[in-house]
């Protein structure tokens, strides 16, 4: 993973503050396939107009239960309590195979032009809202197990222009 700055840290493994960037500016375009092998919580997911056209992936590694965190706060330069951004300039196909946790109330905003597919079990949040916006395609096949205090509404909100396609069986 790289940073903003398109920098890699050396020798330490991203956490809850961090905003992890694919192809930040100044990183190689290359294969972008990621696995976690390990639980991770950081606060976004980014993929900006330098990922090129080679798929961008990231799973869980061997242990399938391994998850991604993504608390969305409004913290190092994060904007918008977005827990994932797809560039617009973004032509890669982006897959989350992983299970993916809200930490917070967030959106998942997606301008790219392959589209965002999230691919693993589930995604869970308690008392968590999930926006989806953006001009570009997002499918979650995962199940979405968002849950809220009784009376509270919208756990799921699409806005935007792009298409939200929900294809698992919640």
Do not use: C
């Amino acid at each position: 993973f790289t940073l903003a700055d398109g920098t890699a840290p050396l020798n330490r493994l991203p956490s809850d503050t961090t905003n992890v960037f694919f192809a930040a500016t100044g990183a190689l375009a290359v294969d972008l396939a990621t696995t976690l092998d390990q639980s991770f919580t950081i606060n976004s997911l980014n993929f900006t107009t330098a990922t090129g056209t080679s798929p961008v992936g990231i799973s869980p590694g061997t242990e399938m239960s391994n998850a991604l965190t993504l608390l969305a706060a409004n913290v190092n330069g994060n904007i918008g309590n977005r827990g994932i951004t797809v560039a617009s300039g973004a032509t890669s196909p982006i897959t989350l195979s992983t299970d993916i946790a809200l930490g917070g109330d967030q959106t998942w905003h997606n301008d790219g032009a392959a589209g965002l597919v999230i691919a693993g079990s589930k995604v869970t949040g308690s008392n968590m809202q999930l926006t989806i916006d953006g001009t570009g395609d997002t499918t979650i096949g995962a199940a979405l197990q968002l849950t809220r205090d009784v009376g509270a509404t919208d756990q799921l909100i699409k806005a935007g222009s792009g298409k939200l396609t929900l294809t698992a069986l919640n």
